[in-house]
């Protein structure tokens, strides 16, 4: 992520395989863009300091490293909004479970999604990841603000609250469909999905769903869509 404005003050899977996630286990990987993607606005702070990014699908190509869950290119989200990428750098990162991520050291702002995060998150790649569209600004977009919420204000599932101390502004679309995206979750009826989460303390945590999850659901003809782009 290219980040367009500082935040002033800011603080410096179900299901997944233990062989996938064996210690040790890592990659590398060259982030190449935001695309497709939406602009859009977040604060910490009621609106008092707002940072200004893009929200879509984080498009990278694995390098190396011992895990081979993705090859090539591949689109992951983002778990983190407190730290950045820069395009054309190749990063290490640890592969855990999307409990122990995001790895920010910056709390109160980013903390582990721990059991219940994992929970919903697991939920709302279950249940919504198989439809996903990753070439549409929209789909990539709104399925990201819902990992963030997911990630910052889990206890309360509402896009748009101005009481809040978190809060995203993007387009109205966008938002309302991110916020469709979480009210269905917020009743922990969906499927669940494997998935497996990319932590390094110094810049943005990725979460993607497991090669099982992947298997299973059909994504092939996505995945190889995005490679030919």
């Not at 008092?48 to 090859?71: E, H, I, M, P, Q």
């Not at 407190?82 to 592969?95: C, D, F, H």
């Not at 991520?101 to 990841?129: I, V």
Request: net charge negative; glycine share 10%.
């Amino acid at each position: 992520m290219i980040r367009r404005s500082v935040f002033v003050g800011m603080l410096a899977a179900a299901g997944i395989a233990g062989s996938a996630l064996g210690n040790g286990t890592d990659i590398d990987t060259t982030f190449n863009s935001i695309s497709p993607s939406v602009p859009f606005g977040w604060t910490f702070n009621g609106g008092t300091n707002t940072n200004f990014d893009d929200a879509g699908c984080f498009n990278f190509t694995r390098t190396g490293g011992s895990y081979t869950g993705v090859s090539g290119n591949y689109s992951s989200f983002c778990l983190e909004l407190t730290q950045s990428l820069t395009e054309g750098v190749n990063y290490n990162y640890k592969i855990v479970t999307p409990a122990q991520a995001p790895n920010a050291n910056t709390p109160p702002f980013t903390n582990p999604l721990g059991a219940a995060g994992e929970q919903l998150m697991s939920e709302l790649f279950g249940t919504f990841y198989g439809s996903l569209n990753l070439l549409s600004a929209q789909d990539c977009a709104a399925f990201q603000i819902a990992v963030w919420h997911i990630v910052y204000d889990r206890d309360d599932l509402t896009v748009i609250d101005p009481a809040d101390s978190f809060q995203i502004f993007s387009t109205p679309a966008v938002l309302a469909q991110a916020q469709f995206y979480l009210t269905t979750i917020a009743v922990n009826t969906g499927p669940m999905a494997s998935l497996v989460a990319f932590t390094n303390p110094t810049f943005q945590d990725q979460i993607i769903p497991a090669p099982s999850t992947l298997a299973l659901i059909g994504l092939g003809g996505l995945v190889a869509r995005r490679r030919r782009r």
